[in-house]
């Protein structure tokens, strides 16, 4: 399982995400108020929206198009109209990047 | 304001099972890639931002509303005197759940979510709407908005029928159909748009609350039919008047607004620009449609609360086009263009747009059948 390198640290503002996309997959990266990193799955899994654009509150982000809410550390789906959780990825931090552990 | 070229015949196909949804969905119409203003993501966030202030305010008001009105209707009851207070208590019921069903059906309105949550099923009550069925169908309405086949809350369907709009205005159709779906769905029953929106995983949920909502209308009933019995004469109203029948005697203004939102303007586009209007309105009308009339605005950024839409007008303003600048104004154009379209179907305003703003997303336009003549 490589680590790969997705983004400096000071790309993401505090309780804000971001777009990353590697290779064909899109994903999402996220900080939260305490600084922690995470990553998930880039497009809701409701219709093919980007997170990116939504809002993060919590540890939540809602997607920009239906308000659909996810648990972003876990990937479970929070409020309709998402049914299906996202998927979630390990993060860690090394030198001021975010490297994030994708299946080969 | 231009005609688009082309003609056909009135009917559509507006059911999501027929022929529309499968070319909708084929030329790339459904879940396409809409325009969106740009607007900084900084300032995004801002607007964005979630509070529960301005929703507990206004649900304070607009509950203990519905008590001093309310009461004042009963207390005067028998007289002259009690009309104003039945008239204002059906616009606070039956009007301004329109809007605190919209919002929270978005989640949006308050910060914490179940707040946002006993608010739409209190609207989705006094709306008579299955607060499931009407959540996915309102996705989809954002999903594909006025694609014809795919959006099922298009409200001026060709060919026009201005007899039932204006029946609208006094509830009694609608109510009917809104009472005839909830007693389906009771039943357990679904029609075949609501199985092709709603997950099979939410049916029961949707069977589950018709249940209750019918439950209730039928205390209502048994109410008036007991005062009735016990010689209460026109006094067994009351409950009538104050449960259910709001959404009667007291619809006009949500009618009037909802009618606004996408009347006259064009179906089948993927701008919002294009088939959603934003006008300005009186101060009372926009608390009771919690700031609605920006409604392109709404459609373009439908995460941002209703108390932040007049910030991010001003935000949008430069590249969308200049609002009606009042509820008249609106219907003058829009009722101009409907009386158009109820000749040919094709017509549709397209508004001027300020030399500023970035130009009409048309592409996917010339796939619409009706617009290859």
Known sequence: MPWIDACATDDVDEEDVIRWDHGDATFAIYRSMDGAFFCTDGLCTHEQVHLADGLVMDNEIECPKHNGLFDYRTGKALRAPVCVNLGTYETKIENGRVFVELSE | ?373
Not at chain 2, 8 to 15: G, H, K, T
Not at chain 2, 81 to 92: E, I, L, N, R, T
Not at chain 2, 283 to 304: G, I
Request: with cysteine; hydrophobic share 45%; charged share 20%.
């Open chain 2, 1 to 373: 304001m231009a005609d688009v070229v082309g003609h056909s015949s009135l009917e559509r196909d507006y059911s999501l099972t027929g022929t529309r949804s499968r070319h909708a969905v084929e030329v790339g119409l459904a879940a396409a890639e809409w325009y969106h203003s740009d607007v900084p993501r900084k300032t995004l966030k801002a607007l964005m931002k979630r509070r529960d202030g301005p929703a507990i305010r206004d649900t304070f008001i607009w509950i203990a509303l519905h008590f001093v009105l309310g009461a004042g209707g009963i207390y005067f009851w028998g007289t002259w005197f009690s009309v104003p207070f039945w008239f204002a208590y059906g616009v606070v019921y039956g009007s301004a759940c329109d809007s605190r069903w919209h919002e929270c059906g978005h989640g949006t309105a308050f910060r914490t979510r179940w707040m946002n949550d006993v608010v739409y099923h209190i609207a989705s009550f006094q709306i008579m709407r299955n607060p499931v069925n009407w959540r996915w169908s309102h996705a989809r309405h954002h999903t594909d908005t006025i694609i014809v086949g795919r959006d099922p809350e298009i409200a001026w369907m060709h060919p026009i029928n201005l007899v039932l709009k204006a029946l609208a205005f006094v509830g009694i159709y609608d109510t009917w159909q809104s009472l005839k779906v909830l007693f389906r769905n009771a039943f357990g029953e679904l029609s075949d748009d609501e199985r092709e929106y709603i997950p099979v995983s939410e049916w029961n949920r949707a069977h589950f609350w018709a249940r209750i909502h019918v439950a209730i209308y039928m205390v209502v009933l048994v109410s008036v039919i007991a005062m009735l019995v016990s010689g209460s004469g026109w006094a067994s109203l009351i409950p009538v008047l104050l449960i259910g029948g709001p959404r009667v005697y007291g619809c006009w203004h949500f009618v009037m607004t909802g009618l606004l939102q996408h009347g006259g303007l064009a179906e089948d586009v993927i701008d919002h620009r294009l088939n959603s209007r934003s006008l300005y309105m009186n101060p009372v009308s926009r608390w009771l449609y919690w700031n609605m009339n920006y409604h392109v605005e709404h459609h373009m950024f439908p995460m941002v609360p209703y108390y932040s839409l007049p910030a991010l007008h001003e935000e949008l303003k430069d590249d969308l086009p200049s609002p009606n600048t009042s509820i008249w104004d609106a219907y003058r154009e829009m009722m101009g263009a409907v009386m158009k379209q109820r000749n040919d179907p094709t017509y549709a305003i397209r508004k001027e747009l300020p030399p500023t703003a970035k130009p009409y997303k048309e592409d996917l336009h010339l796939s619409v059948p009706e617009r290859k003549d």
